[in-house]
């Protein structure tokens, strides 16, 4: 059992401001809209969405988990940089122990930005962790950042 640390990143014609805000601030009332493949619905189930606030999570038939929550660990609308761990449900429990992730958007010189992603798994007693899962882990993470980046450059108005 041991921890395992992942980045990734992607760059994405939209702003840091416009991207923060749908994939953050405002993920929870829009994701069934943007991934209607994997989630049914979303809700802030514990406070008012800043630091400490709980999120639920429930997801289509199509994932093989029901439900995932997960807490605000740090929320700077002004650097636009959001850290989550997980709570319970979606792969805590079947492949970690526990799993913390920051995104950051950074403005680029052309006006969009890189999504920087950061994160921290721990690994269950007995489950062995290779490279494919770490692969699987990055892209489970990146995963909404890029539905998002797709909605919204198909939704010029989208959270302008």
């Keep these: 059992m041991g921890f395992r640390s992942f980045t990734a990143e992607f760059e994405s014609p939209i702003a840091p401001a416009r991207f923060f805000k749908a994939s953050v601030l405002h993920l929870h009332e829009n994701c069934a809209t943007i991934m209607p493949l994997f989630i049914k619905s979303a809700a802030i189930v514990e406070g008012d969405g800043g630091v400490g606030s709980i999120k639920e999570f429930h997801f289509t038939d199509f994932l093989p988990f029901k439900r995932a929550s997960e807490r605000v660990e740090e929320l700077d609308k002004e650097k636009f940089v959001?850290?989550?761990?997980?709570?319970?449900?979606?792969?805590?429990?079947?492949?970690?122990?526990?799993?913390?992730?920051?995104?950051?958007?950074?403005?680029?010189?052309?006006?969009?930005?890189?999504?920087?992603?950061?994160?921290?798994?721990e690994e269950l007693e007995g489950v062995e962790f290779n490279e494919e899962d770490e692969n699987n882990s990055k892209e489970d993470g990146l995963a909404t950042y890029k539905a998002v980046d797709a909605y919204l450059q198909a939704n010029p108005d989208a959270y302008a």
Excluded: D, N
């Design 82 to 121: 959001y850290t989550h761990s997980v709570l319970e449900g979606g792969k805590l429990g079947i492949k970690y122990k526990s799993l913390w992730r920051k995104i950051a958007f950074e403005a680029t010189p052309s006006g969009g930005s890189v999504c920087k992603l950061e994160g921290k798994i």
